[in-house]
């Protein structure tokens, strides 16, 4: 009904950057907010990065200054700019983008599939 794809994951040096890509298809009536969660080996998932549907941001400590979300407004396709990649930015990225379904009133989360992210030293 709703397919959510994540892209743009790699491996990169230290220092380096890599954009994400979030884009929902399916039965959907609106796109409204656009995130991602990641998840380390041995640690609990964190939000990295969401931006809401006026425009919002909101940001991990750990990344403010580095990585920076947008959100197409027309297609509601949101992306992570990562930069300055760092070793302990490594994780499997999740994205999830809040949706309205066509015929429905209320909105709910659709989770696309895990990126791997590898920053080596």
């Known amino acids: 009904q709703v397919q959510v794809m994540n892209t743009g994951g790699g491996s990169v040096q230290a220092g380096g950057s890599l954009r994400l890509s979030c884009a929902a298809s399916?039965?959907?009536?609106?796109?409204?907010?656009v995130g991602w969660y990641r998840q380390a080996p041995g640690k609990e998932r964190e939000l990295v990065a969401q931006?809401?549907?006026?425009?919002?941001?909101d940001y991990a400590d750990s990344v403010k200054g580095r990585f920076s979300i947008s959100r197409d407004r027309i297609t509601g396709t949101g992306y992570l700019q990562m930069n300055n990649l760092q070793p302990e930015d490594t994780a499997v990225y999740y994205c999830?983008?809040?949706?309205?379904?066509?015929?429905?009133?209320?909105?709910?989360?659709?989770w696309g599939q895990g990126t791997q992210v590898t920053v080596s030293a």
């Open positions: 931006v809401g549907q006026v425009g919002l941001t």
């Open positions: 999830f983008m809040n949706i309205v379904l066509q015929g429905a009133v209320r909105r709910q989360d659709y």
């Open positions: 399916g039965n959907i009536a609106y796109r409204l907010a």
